[in-house]
């Protein structure tokens, strides 16, 4: 999955759009792994930590327990103890002889993997301040050297790697930004790129116990620039796509050189699914403006939309919002369908393309298409209309910075018109948009969804079976 730039329909630079779901809180499970994980993390350079492991108390029972009292959780240990044990018995041996404690304490790290992505909102009052600081201070050096001069930051990496130490009371979040430091001394290399991006995925693993989430910008990598970011997580939404289960992550700056425009986006195939909370802020606005002026508009009048058309349809999205209150909602809630789409059509669209029924490049149209008929599909009812004027807006727009997300948004529309015969609002025209525009907006919520969700079963079809089947 690619990381997607004002992927949502940006209604000409003025919009945005909607639907559900969420949690602020850890599951129990979540929370027996947190415990464990920063346990051994703060364990790892500790004195006692080799008795520890030689003696195989770390494989006691009552170990956990114990630790697990201290902590204010009881009854947790009971949620992580056989994936616990499953990770302590599956340490390999080295040269036939068991691993050294500290190699030992991180293979049952990774064993745990993926460790939780915790909300800042869920620390503690003293370690939330400690957090925010090493971000503010000694990482926001860190990454503004890597931008400015990434050959002249030797005491950038150690004053990073010093106050890791002192703020998560161990060295193997220091060791993860000396490496990521050490491998950022030239990034012309390719295989330098991947290490880089490897280097910081298995340091995020560790900084997400505690609420912190580290990027790479992605095309500036692939350019030789440096440019790290980092976010504080802040809330986590849980989304049901189609049967399947996806967090996304509302993240906020702490450490940004350049400013990251995306509303979300998945940054790998496995990795998480992330929405920028100052982007949304930022659309909530634009939402609010158009909304509040009648005079404003993201469609333009031609031929058969006459000016009329244009302003009737104006009318109907902004009656249809009239009555709601909180428009950030919906706003986030589209941004997780539609990010989460992509995670669930991945496997498919990534297949078709191994049987040569598409390019890499019809992929990413495609990937586009399926998320805004499934964002179609389950929006609210009150936010369909304004919904379906955020996708026609990116597909119409003139300014083309992303061209996959509008071609994707022209193909959704044609898979709606291809299930919905009896109203005409797209044509072959070079205008595009069809004479039926002013009807499909008068049309229900519950007929406009039916529409979009026998669509986007057209689209999965075509995507499993190839263009036969269009």
């Given amino acids: ?79 992580i103890r056989p994936e616990l044990k499953n990770a302590m018995e599956g340490v390999p041996l080295i040269n036939g002889a068991p691993a050294e404690p500290r190699i030992w304490i991180k293979s049952v790290l990774y064993g745990l993997s993926p460790l939780p992505m915790v909300p800042i909102s869920t620390l503690e009052p003293l370690e939330k301040k400690r957090i925010r600081g090493f971000a503010q201070g000694a990482l926001k050096e860190f990454s503004s050297t890597l931008y400015q001069n990434p050959r002249d930051f030797e005491a950038a990496i150690s004053n990073v790697a010093m106050e890791a130490g002192s703020v998560f009371q161990s060295g193997l979040i220091g060791e993860g930004f000396n490496q990521l430091g050490d491998l950022s001394r030239d990034v012309r290399l390719k295989q330098q790129e991947f290490e880089l991006i490897d280097a910081k995925d298995r340091l995020n693993e560790a900084l997400h116990l505690w609420g912190l989430h580290l990027v790479w910008d992605a095309e500036k990598l692939i350019e030789g620039q440096l440019n790290l970011s980092a976010y504080l997580i802040e809330t986590k939404h849980v989304y049901d796509i189609l049967g399947v289960s996806f967090y996304m992550y509302e993240v906020a700056p702490v450490v940004e050189n350049e400013f990251y425009p995306a509303l979300g986006h998945a940054e790998g195939d496995q990795g998480p699914l992330l929405l920028f909370g100052q982007t949304i802020d930022q659309q909530l606005h634009l939402t609010q403006s158009y909304l509040s002026d009648e005079r404003a508009s993201v469609l333009t009048p031609h031929g058969d939309l006459d000016p009329a058309s244009v302003k009737l349809i104006d009318l109907l999205v902004r009656d249809s919002l009239s009555d709601m209150t909180d428009l950030r909602k919906p706003l986030i809630d589209t941004v997780g369908h539609h990010e989460g789409y992509h995670k669930f059509i991945d496997p498919h669209l990534s297949q078709s ?86 009807d499909l907006f008068k049309s229900s919520p519950r007929f406009l969804k039916d529409v979009a969700e026998r669509a986007r079963l057209k689209y999965e079809v075509y995507v499993r079976n190839g263009s036969a089947a269009k």
């Fill in 1 to 79: 999955m690619m990381r997607r730039r004002l992927i949502i329909y940006f209604i000409t630079a003025r919009i945005l759009a909607c639907a559900w779901g969420l949690d602020t809180s850890l599951t129990q499970a979540e929370q027996a792994k947190v415990v464990v994980a920063k346990h051994l993390i703060e364990l790892l350079d500790r004195p006692e930590a080799s008795n520890l492991v030689k003696k195989q108390t770390l494989f006691q029972d009552s170990y956990w327990e114990g630790v697990f009292h201290k902590k204010g959780f009881s009854t947790r240990y009971s949620f």
């Fill in 353 to 438: 393309v191994r049987r040569g029924f598409f390019t890499e490049n019809e992929k990413s149209v495609l990937h586009e298409t399926g998320a805004y008929l499934y964002q179609l599909s389950a929006a609210q009812d009150k936010f369909i209309l304004f919904d379906l004027l955020s996708v026609l807006a990116t597909a119409t727009s003139e300014t083309v910075d992303f061209p996959a997300n509008q071609q994707g948004a022209r193909e959704a529309l044609i898979f709606l018109q291809q299930v919905c015969s009896d109203i005409q609002f797209v044509t072959e025209q070079k205008n595009f948009l069809g004479p039926g525009l002013v």
